[in-house]
């Protein structure tokens, strides 16, 4: 916030739990109150702990439903309801929803509930000028991506991309500034594979 308040801009920090409705809401309101009101929305939260399929227990399923899906439903609601004419949202999908991996499948299954949301949402927003994409990352050098893999698994991977590296996070987060600038008026309901090729 600091650097943001230096390059003479305002930035405030609001706690919210995604997956809870009223939560939503009230980050909105608080957004409101000290913006005057709401242009864009970024839907970045998101977890991803991996398990074979059989191997899922109902409390591990639960858990990417509540943050990777509802979580972003909550906020498209919200959003819809209150970005002004001309906003813009994004949300975080992910490229494993076309890679098909063993042990991604609860997680590309709500990545592949963002994508259907996406594009029918821009479909109803249309009227209000109101964009909505969404960004298909492919394996990005953060923590979510790197917790629990060998050096030589983040290496395999690695060689799967034809740009020759995982993404940085600014890589991905020039993507998203594309989609939330003015030169993406004529951008929506789209998926952007910002992946270094990998699919």
């Known amino acids: 916030m600091d650097t943001i308040a ?10 919210a739990d995604v997956s809870v409705p009223e939560r939503v809401a009230a980050l909105f309101d608080e957004t409101e109150q000290a913006f005057g009101g709401v242009d864009a929305l970024v839907n970045n939260a998101g977890i991803m702990k991996l398990a074979a399929i059989a191997e899922t227990d109902d409390a591990l399923f639960d858990r990417h439903l509540a943050i990777n899906l509802k979580g972003v439903f909550n906020c498209l609601r919200e959003g819809a309801r209150r970005i002004r004419e001309g906003g813009r949202i994004v949300s975080f999908s992910s490229s494993v929803v076309g890679l098909y991996q063993p042990t991604y499948g609860v997680y590309a299954a709500t990545k592949a509930g963002v994508e ?17 994409n969404a960004i298909a990352p492919g394996p990005v050098a ?13 290496a395999q ?25 003015p030169d993406s008026h004529w ?13």
Do not use: W, Y
């Open 157 to 181: 991977i690695s060689r799967m991309i034809p740009l020759g590296r995982l993404a940085e996070p600014d890589d991905i987060a020039a993507s998203v500034a594309m989609l939330l600038g």
């Open 187 to 199: 951008i929506t309901g789209q998926v952007i594979r910002a992946n270094g090729g990998v699919i």
């Open 116 to 132: 259907a949301m996406t594009h029918i949402l821009a479909k109803e927003l249309g009227p209000k000028k109101i964009t909505v």
């Open 6 to 15: 230096a390059a003479g801009g305002k930035a405030i920090a609001v706690k």
């Open 142 to 154: 953060t923590k979510l991506f790197l917790d629990d893999k060998t050096d030589e698994q983040v």
